[in-house]
């Protein structure tokens, strides 16, 4: 991939959670809209994590998992948060940990860094700090957090090996990885790839799974693990594409023709796992 092309899809992402920071913040506008958060999301959340944390924050989640769930993290960890936007996975994270650890939300896309620490402030918690800056030069020494957490962030990279290689560098040795992402069962097309619409939401940034486990394993990870969550089919790519259309250029012929066969069960929500070695 072409520096230019990787400056295109960084603009595009930014661009479009930028509009869904907004939208979130906006209580009359009833949640982010043009993302893929109808389709992945919200719904991993239990009602006991959230009932207490601003709206917003809940608003703003356009994950595909809880990767909260999935770190067991524990009284002193320090996480960090790769692609935090407004925030819920931090705020949850800093629960957990407790005072004696403290949790790091990192983002690119100065809306959502607003937006979270409102949510921040809003929830009253303090052992937390957001940080600006892409996931692909993360902005923090060696060896600094246990655990790095991710919620449907790393598929929307343009380079993979740059992320996974700094989440191992600022891993402790014995810390963990614990990734909700967006996975391919198999390869796509060129052509769907091209469609910058399906990097925004969430699709052809997306790895297939032995890639990724590969890509981990290449950077140094230990005990790598592909769990798979759900697997898309037709309906569900009906309503991301129904999201995306409207500026994205997913024409009606395209849904129904080689692009739906392409993507029909293709895709996969999945936890993705490894730890450092100690």
Same mark, same amino acid.
């Given at each position: ?22 939208? $979130? ?20 959340? #239990?009602?006991?994590?959230? #009932? ?41 994270? $800093? ?15 100065? !809306? ?16 937390? !700090?957001?940080?600006?800056? %892409?996931? #692909? ?7 600094? =957090? ?15 090996? $740059? ?21 391919? @069962? ?6 769907? @790839? ?8 969430? =699709? ?8 990724? !486990? ?18 898309? !089919? ?11 259309? =409207? ?8 849904? @129904?023709?080689?692009?739906? %066969? ?17």
């Amino acid at each position: 991939m072409t520096t230019n092309e990787s400056d295109q899809i960084h603009a595009a992402v930014r661009d479009r959670y930028a509009s869904a920071a907004r939208a $979130a913040s906006d209580s009359s506008s009833g949640g982010p809209s043009g993302t893929a958060s109808g389709l992945f999301g919200q719904t991993l959340y #239990e009602t006991s994590e959230t #009932e207490d944390l601003p709206d917003d924050a809940l608003t703003a989640s356009l994950g595909c998992g809880n990767p909260t769930m999935l770190a067991d993290l524990g009284p002193g960890d320090v996480v960090l948060d790769l692609g935090s936007g407004g925030g819920i996975d931090v705020l949850l994270s $800093a629960r957990r940990v407790g005072p004696t650890g403290k949790a790091y939300g990192l983002d690119m896309t100065p !809306e959502m860094l607003d937006l979270a620490r409102k949510n921040q402030i809003e929830a009253g918690v303090t052992n937390v !700090e957001f940080l600006q800056g %892409t996931i #692909e030069d993360i902005p923090l020494p060696d060896a600094t =957090v246990d655990v790095v957490i991710s919620n449907c962030v790393v598929n929307l990279s343009p380079d993979k090996d $740059a992320v996974v290689r700094e989440a191992f560098r600022v891993l402790k040795p014995g810390g963990r990885l614990a990734i909700s992402d967006i996975v391919l @069962r198999r390869p796509l097309s060129d052509g769907t @790839r091209g469609l910058i619409g399906l990097w925004t939401g969430c =699709v052809a940034g997306a790895l297939v799974d032995e890639v990724y !486990e590969a890509k981990l394993r290449s950077a140094g990870f230990d005990d790598v693990s592909i769990e798979p969550t759900r697997v898309y !089919e037709e309906d569900d790519i009906v309503a991301l594409a129904a999201e995306l259309s =409207v500026d994205l250029g997913l024409t009606d012929d395209m849904v @129904r023709g080689d692009v739906m %066969t392409e993507l029909r069960g293709s895709i996969m929500s999945a936890f993705v796992r490894g730890r450092k070695p100690a």
